[in-house]
C-alpha cells in the first residue's frame, strides 16, 4: 500500500509539470491573434515583383504573397488621407471629413470611433509607427485615439509644413508619444526598428502593430546602397526617378524580412494576423508597369484605387496563395477584424464596409455582387460627379460617362455604354442614393476643430498645412514658408477653456531657429536626396496681424525679429482664426506656424 501511495505520489509529480506546461499552451493558443499591419505609401498594384513587375526587387514580399490570401479586387481611396480615414473608420472618406490631404480636410472626425479604440477595449495594446495623416493635433493625434505606443512623423510626408523642421528621411526628428525625439537612421528602418522593439516587449499579450510607412512617397530619398542596386543595363531606360522609388520598395522589402524573422523567432508567426498593403495607386510606376491597369494616384481608374492585398494567419488557417475576386474595400477591415476576433463592437454610426470573414473562411460563400462608389475630391468642400467611379464585379462606370466591362477590359480602354445602357443607369441609380447619404449626413456643412488650452497639448502648434482655403491655395509644405508662398484662410480653432492665451506667429517653426526675414541657405545636393529645399529670397515682412473670437490685432515686424506674439483673452468657443504677415508691398501672407499657449 505504501509503494502505491509513492508511486502515485511520484507520479503526480512528474505529471504536475506536463499539465502545467498543456495548460499554459491552451491558454496560447485561445489568445486573440495579433495583428501586424503593414502600409506603404504611394505603391500601386504593379509596384511588386510577384504581381509581373519585371525591374523592383521584393523577393521577401512575394515569399509572402505565395503563402497569404490575396484580395485581387480590393479597393482603396486615390490619395493618402482618406483610404487611412476608410481602413480606421469603416468608414467612406467622404463621411468623416477625409476627402482632401490637407486644408482642414484630413483630419478625421473626433466622434467616430476607430480601429485601435475598439480593439484596446477588447484588451489589445496598440502601437502605430510611421505616418498617420488624420491630424497632428489635439484631439486627433494617434496617441489620442486608442494607440499607446507611437513614433510618427507630421503631416502627410517628411518634409511637409506639419513635420519636423527639415527632416529629409536621414536621422530625422519624429514625434514620440507627443514628444519630439531624434532618431538615427533611414526613415523606413527607423519604423520597422521601432515596431520590432514593440512587439518584443508585448509578445506575450494580444498586440495590434500599425507600420505605416512614407516610402515610397515623394521625395525619393533612400539610402545609397538602395540607389546602386537600381543602376546598370537593366535599368538605363527607366526614368531616373523611378529607380529611386524601386530602390525605395526594396528598402521596405528587406526590413518586411526582419518583420517576418522577428515573428519567428518569438514564436508568433502562427497567431499572427499579418497583412501586407499600399494606400492608393503608383506615384511613379504606371508608364512603366502598372499590372494592366489605367492610371495612378489621384485617378478614378482602377489604378488610382485597386491595389495589392495580402492577408496570412496560420491559426486561423488564413494560408495557401489563394485569390479572392470579390470586389473589397478599405473600409470592410474593421467589420471584418471585429467579425474574426470576435471583439466586442456597436457601432454608433453606420459602417460602409461588411465583414469579408465569409469569403477569407468559406469554401463556397453566399455573397452578393455588391455596389462600391470611389472618388477623387481634393478639394475644401465635396463637389458632385467630381472624379467618381462606381463598381461591382465586372462593371465600372466612370464619371457618369464611361462603362467598362473588367471581365474582357481590365485596362479600362474600351468605353461600352452605349452597349449596355442598363448597366450604366443602374450603377448611375446607386451613385446618387450614395451621394445623397453624405448630403442626408450634413458632412459638407462640419468641421473638425483642432482644440486648444488642453493639459493634453499645451502648448499647440499649428501651420499652414490645416488652413481652411480662402482665395488662395494652403501652404501645405515647408518649401512654401521658405519660398514665401501666398495663401490667405482660416484655422477652425476651439478654445476649449476660458483663459488668458499667449498666440504667436511665426515664418519658420521655432525649431529652425529663423527669423521672420531671415534668408534661408541653399542646401547641399547629396545622391541620396531626390530634391532638396530651395533657396529663400523673401524678407520684406512688415507686419503681423492676429483675428479671433471678435478680436483684431496688429503689430509692427522688427528686425531680427523670430516671432511675434499677442496675449489675448478668450472666452471658451468655437472659433475661425486668421494669422497673416503682411509684406511691404500690402501682400497677404499666412503665418505658416502659429503656437498658442493657455497661460
Known amino acids: 500500500m505504501r509503494k502505491r501511495f509513492i508511486l502515485s505520489v511520484l507520479l503526480i509529480g512528474f505529471l504536475a509539470p506536463i499539465n502545467l ?26 509596384d511588386l515583383a510577384c504581381t509581373g513587375n519585371p525591374y523592383v526587387k521584393t523577393p521577401n514580399i512575394d515569399q509572402f504573397y505565395s503563402d497569404a490570401i490575396r484580395l485581387s479586387n480590393y479597393h482603396v481611396g486615390t490619395t493618402c488621407a482618406p483610404t487611412r480615414s476608410s481602413i480606421m473608420s469603416g468608414r467612406h472618406c467622404n463621411r468623416v471629413n477625409v476627402y482632401h490631404t490637407i486644408a482642414g480636410r484630413s483630419i478625421l472626425f473626433e466622434d ?19 505616418k498617420w495623416h488624420l491630424g497632428d493635433n489635439y484631439p486627433y493625434r494617434p ?10 512623423l507630421g503631416g502627410g510626408g517628411v518634409g511637409q509644413a506639419p513635420d519636423y523642421w527639415m527632416n529629409d528621411y536621414f536621422d530625422d526628428t519624429y514625434w514620440h508619444n507627443g514628444v519630439e525625439q531624434k532618431y538615427e537612421g533611414y526613415c523606413t528602418d527607423v519604423f520597422f526598428s521601432e515596431a520590432l522593439n514593440f512587439i518584443e516587449e508585448n ?3 494580444p498586440f495590434f502593430c500599425y507600420i505605416a510607412t512614407n516610402a515610397p512617397h515623394s521625395p525619393y530619398n533612400l539610402p545609397e546602397e538602395y540607389y546602386d542596386q537600381y543602376q546598370g543595363k537593366k535599368f538605363e531606360k527607366l526614368d531616373p526617378r523611378l529607380r529611386r522609388f524601386y530602390g525605395m520598395i526594396t528598402n521596405i522589402d528587406d526590413n518586411f524580412k526582419k518583420l517576418e524573422e522577428k515573428l519567428d523567432e518569438l514564436h ?3 497567431n499572427t494576423i499579418l497583412i501586407f498593403t499600399t494606400d492608393n495607386g503608383t506615384s511613379a510606376g504606371a508608364s512603366t508597369y502598372n499590372a494592366g491597369l489605367k492610371g495612378g494616384k489621384g485617378s ?18 488564413l494560408t495557401g496563395g489563394k485569390d479572392i475576386e470579390k470586389l473589397a474595400a478599405h473600409y470592410d477591415l474593421l467589420p471584418t477584424f471585429v467579425d474574426l476576433l470576435g471583439l466586442d463592437f456597436n457601432p454608433v454610426k453606420p459602417l460602409d464596409g461588411k465583414s469579408l470573414k465569409p469569403l477569407l473562411k468559406e469554401e463556397n460563400p453566399q455573397w452578393a455582387n455588391r455596389i462600391l462608389y470611389m472618388d477623387t475630391q481634393r478639394e475644401q468642400n465635396l463637389i458632385k460627379y467630381k472624379k467618381y467611379t462606381v463598381m461591382d464585379d465586372n462593371w465600372r462606370l466612370v464619371d457618369g460617362n464611361e462603362l467598362y466591362e473588367m471581365d474582357n477590359d481590365r485596362g479600362e480602354n474600351k468605353n461600352v455604354i452605349d452597349a449596355h445602357p442598363e448597366v450604366a443607369a443602374r450603377l448611375a441609380e446607386g451613385y446618387e442614393r450614395w451621394w445623397q447619404s453624405f448630403m442626408d449626413d450634413g458632412v459638407d456643412e462640419k468641421y473638425a476643430y483642432i482644440k486648444v488650452g488642453s493639459p493634453y497639448e499645451n502648448p499647440t502648434k499649428i501651420c499652414s498645412h490645416d488652413m481652411i482655403i480662402g482665395r488662395y491655395c494652403p501652404v501645405w509644405h515647408q518649401n512654401g514658408a521658405i519660398t514665401g508662398e501666398q495663401a490667405g484662410g482660416s484655422w477652425k480653432i476651439e478654445f476649449v477653456a476660458d483663459g488668458d492665451y ?3 506667429l511665426r515664418r519658420f517653426p521655432r525649431e529652425s531657429g529663423l527669423a521672420i526675414n531671415e534668408i534661408f541657405p541653399a542646401q547641399e545636393k547629396r545622391v541620396e536626396l531626390d530634391k532638396t529645399a530651395p533657396a529663400g529670397v523673401k524678407n520684406d515682412f512688415t507686419e503681423a496681424r492676429l483675428y479671433v473670437a471678435g478680436i483684431t490685432k496688429s503689430l509692427e515686424i522688427k528686425e531680427g525679429q523670430d516671432e511675434v506674439t499677442f496675449t489675448i483673452k ?23 506656424y502659429v503656437y498658442i499657449e493657455k497661460l
Open 21 to 46: 506546461i498543456t495548460g499554459q499552451e491552451v491558454q496560447k493558443s485561445k489568445q486573440k491573434p495579433n495583428i501586424v499591419f503593414v502600409m506603404t505609401d504611394d505603391q500601386g498594384m504593379g
Open 502 to 504: 499667449r498666440i504667436s
Open 300 to 317: 478614378q481608374y482602377d489604378g488610382g484605387h485597386r491595389v495589392p492585398f495580402f492577408i496570412r494567419w496560420p491559426n486561423g488557417e
Open 268 to 270: 508568433l508567426t502562427d
Open 203 to 205: 509578445k506575450d499579450k
Open 143 to 152: 496617441e489620442d485615439r486608442g494607440f499607446q505606443e507611437v513614433v510618427r
Open 112 to 130: 467616430e470611433v476607430i480601429l485601435p479604440q475598439v480593439l484596446a477595449r477588447n484588451g489589445y495594446t496598440n502601437a502605430m509607427f510611421g
Open 570 to 592: 478668450v472666452p471658451a468657443g468655437k472659433y475661425d482664426m486668421e494669422a497673416r504677415l503682411i509684406d511691404e508691398a500690402n501682400r497677404i501672407h499666412p503665418a505658416y
